[in-house]
């Protein structure tokens, strides 16, 4: 079955760094799209990096000179590197596998890790 497990999340001083790290199983890791997205409390889930399959990424703006998105086909793992992180970073990170053929879609998601910024 199709497993998506976060890791790295923690509580971590405004300017600090952590790396989120998402491992997948249970599918053909390396034709999908990956992302992570983030919700934070009281506000939707947003989309915060997202790279391809050929591994071009993409970052939302607020991400854009601190966060970096990478992933290993060999290993079946996506990661998002957070420096700089602010308050406003605090939120659950989301990994998100996805994968649209024609008119179906397939769209997987892990069950979150926690990211708390304060001092």
């Known amino acids: 079955q199709v497993q998506l497990v976060e890791s790295g999340g923690g509580l971590v001083q405004p300017g600090g760094s952590l790396r989120l790290s998402c491992a997948a199983s249970?599918?053909?890791?390396?034709?999908?799209?990956m992302s992570w997205y983030r919700q934070a409390p009281g506000k939707e889930r947003e989309l915060v990096a997202a790279?391809?399959?050929?591994?071009?990424?993409n970052l939302a703006d607020s991400a854009k000179g601190r966060f970096t998105i990478s992933r290993d086909n060999a290993k079946d793992m996506v990661y998002l590197q957070m420096n700089s992180l602010k308050p406003e970073d605090t939120a659950v990170y989301y990994c998100?596998?996805?994968?649209?053929?024609?008119?179906?879609?397939?769209?997987?998601w892990g069950q979150g890790t926690q990211v708390t910024v304060s001092s």
């Open positions: 998100n596998a996805f994968r649209k053929i024609v008119t179906f879609e397939y769209d997987y």
């Open positions: 790279i391809t399959s050929a591994g071009n990424p």
């Open positions: 249970g599918f053909t890791f390396s034709i999908y799209a």
